[in-house]
């Protein structure tokens, strides 16, 4: 079993449209959460991170449930902009290993269309 | 401007040849990582290393070795490379610490085909 899971989607969704997405982590001792995001042919970059209140920033809310171990990203507003790979992605510390580092689900692809 | 740099973004060798992959950041970072990306699959982890001169094994270290002799370089060194080694190789770094954040930082990557 993958270490975070991820619905590969794609999804199309037209501008102005909501979308969610939803990710599951299967280490219960994981430290941190956040979600990239990865433009056609470039390199991911971080989005945001994901606190355990849940966050917002700006179009985008994360949201985090320690106790289901799951995690979400809302999209609110879509702009053509918002096509992407989202990667959903856990930190923790590896058995054998004193410093933590990020584990990244496949990614979800998305797109907006006009 | 933060910055990771990777040596090429496209490279073609042929089965059995060294390969080398040279990443560079100018951030001061600790922590630097190796991935390799593919369709299906996502970022995996191949070998990271958080000083100059350590390193770990990530999840695929297999036909792989890095070196670490700078802070601010980190070589991926394909020994012999093999057709299944093409792929999107992308280096990060991070700082150390146990900060929520620990940002990773990306090169823009190398697609690498072994023929």
């Known amino acids: 079993r993958k270490e975070v899971e991820q619905d590969p989607g794609p999804f199309n969704v037209p501008e102005g449209a909501t979308v969610a997405f939803n990710c599951t982590y299967s280490n219960s001792a994981s430290q941190s959460f956040f979600w990239y995001r990865q433009d056609c042919r470039k390199e991911p970059k971080l989005l945001m991170s994901v606190y355990s209140s849940g966050n917002e920033d700006g179009r985008f809310t994360a949201q985090l449930n320690r106790a289901s171990q799951y995690i979400s990203l809302l999209i609110r507003d879509s702009k053509l902009s918002d096509s992407a790979t989202y990667l959903c992605v856990v930190k923790w510390v590896p058995r054998g290993s004193t410093l933590g580092r990020l584990y990244f689900g496949r990614g979800t692809q998305l797109t907006v269309w006009p | 401007d933060v910055k990771v740099t990777q040596s090429s973004r496209y490279l073609v060798k042929r089965t059995g040849e060294k390969v080398f992959l040279e990443c560079v950041q100018d951030?001061?970072?600790?922590?630097m990582f190796w991935y390799r990306q593919d369709p299906g699959l996502g970022l995996r982890l191949i070998y990271f290393s958080y000083d100059v001169k350590m390193k770990e094994k990530g999840d695929i270290p297999e036909g792989y070795s890095v070196s670490r002799e700078k802070k601010e370089r980190f070589s991926l060194i394909l020994e012999s490379a093999s057709t299944n080694q093409t792929s999107m190789y992308l280096c990060a770094s991070a700082t150390l610490g146990t900060g929520v954040r620990n940002e990773q930082f990306f090169g823009p990557g190398t697609r690498l085909t072994v023929l």
């Open positions: 951030m001061d970072h600790e922590n």
